[in-house]
């Protein structure tokens, strides 16, 4: 039997689907959203209705660098809201968004789990404590450089 995106032509397997594409690709793309919706037999709204419903799908593509500011309560008393403005300043992205270089994607996460280091950000997967702007710029530069010559951060 014939079998797409990893799963059987059931509608049950939405998610496995859709989870299969994802760890592919990144995020979903829409022309795979419709492609899922006519194999599995299901309206193209309920698959952007379980794509957007459910935290780990991202219907967008991210940067090579993942910028997650912390929001949690720890955080925004240290002012990480002051992170997340300048970040969207500084890049010209929104939150979700990603710069058209492709290199980065700012994120808001509601804790990091180093509440102690807060304001912290993680950069994907490393923790940055006690960050302000002007470090954060520094962080940024640094990696533009290290992208520019050929070398991967974290
Ligand atoms: S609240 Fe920011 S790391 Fe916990």
């Known amino acids: 039997m014939e079998e797409k995106f990893?799963?059987?032509?059931?509608?049950?397997y939405l998610i496995k689907a859709l989870q299969n594409i994802?760890?592919?690709?990144?995020y979903i793309p829409f022309e795979d959203a419709v492609e899922v919706a006519e194999y599995l037999g299901v309206p193209l709204?309920?698959?952007?209705?379980?794509?957007?419903?459910?935290?780990?799908?991202?219907?967008?593509?991210?940067?090579?660098?993942?910028?997650?500011?912390?929001?949690?309560?720890a955080c925004h008393v240290k002012g990480s809201k002051t992170l997340l403005d300048f970040l969207r300043d500084f890049l010209g992205v929104d939150i979700g968004d990603t710069t058209e270089d492709g290199l980065f994607t700012i994120e808001r996460v509601a804790c990091l789990g180093a509440c102690a280091l807060a304001p912290?950000?993680?950069?994907?997967?490393?923790?940055?404590?006690?960050?302000?702007?002007?470090?954060?710029?520094e962080l940024i530069i640094e990696l533009k450089e290290a992208e520019r010559n050929g070398e991967q951060k974290n």
């Open 6 to 12: 990893g799963v059987p032509r059931d509608p049950s």
């Open 22 to 26: 994802q760890t592919k690709k990144g």
């Open 45 to 73: 709204t309920r698959v952007f209705g379980v794509a957007t419903f459910y935290e780990q799908f991202r219907l967008k593509p991210r940067g090579k660098y993942v910028i997650r500011v912390c929001q949690g309560t």
């Open 120 to 137: 912290a950000v993680e950069v994907n997967g490393t923790i940055y404590g006690k960050m302000d702007p002007d470090k954060l710029r």
